[in-house]
């Protein structure tokens, strides 16, 4: 989107307060940034056809919209197709044929790349080892979680850390 008025001065401010490197520079960008972020996406909602994400959709959605939220919650959590299906009244064929027309995915898929996004974060973010972040998305096997992550990523997760930092 472009700037427009509302967002002018932010990007001023991210644009001064880049260039400089004090204290406190990571807590205000971040600020700024979420500052721009949100205008962009109301004027972006507001056109007359935004081709809304398929998210968007879908959180919308009384029954998938309930089980996003869960994944969103709990992504650590042993699911299964049937698990969410049930907790929404759905047969799990209904379910993952619903779930994946909303989404653009099928439910697993959707929540491996939500574990993925969530690991890649806890690499760059925190000194936790690999196997507690592989613990903290879910996975038992810091190997498995590797393996799921250098595929999903194209680098181990050692590798990514070293090159996010």
């Known amino acids: ?18 260039a400089c490197d004090e204290p406190g520079q990571d807590a205000i960008l ?10 962009a996406l109301r004027a972006w909602c507001a056109r ?7 998210w968007h959709r879908a959180l919308a959605d009384p029954s ?6 869960l994944l969103h919650e709990d992504p650590a959590h042993r699911w299964t197709v049937a698990e969410p299906a049930a907790k929404v009244g759905m047969s799990r064929a209904a379910f993952a ?6 989404v653009g995915e099928p439910p697993l898929t959707y929540l ?8 890649a974060d806890l690499l760059r973010d925190t000194e936790a080892t690999v196997a507690t972040v592989a613990r903290q998305v879910g996975y ?5 979680f590797s ?15 070293r090159q996010a930092r």
């Open 147 to 161: 393996v799921a992550f250098k595929r999903a990523r194209g680098h181990s997760p050692s590798l990514w850390r």
């Open 97 to 102: 044929a619903r779930f994946t027309s909303l």
């Open 1 to 18: 989107m472009p700037a427009g008025p509302r967002t002018r001065a932010a990007l001023d401010l991210l644009a001064a307060e880049i």
């Open 112 to 119: 491996t790349g939500r574990r993925m996004t969530l690991a």
């Open 30 to 39: 971040d600020r700024l940034l979420d500052l721009v972020l949100m205008p």
């Open 48 to 54: 007359p056809d935004p081709a809304l994400p398929a």
């Open 140 to 144: 038992e096997d810091a190997f498995a």
């Open 64 to 69: 998938i919209g309930d089980v996003l939220r």
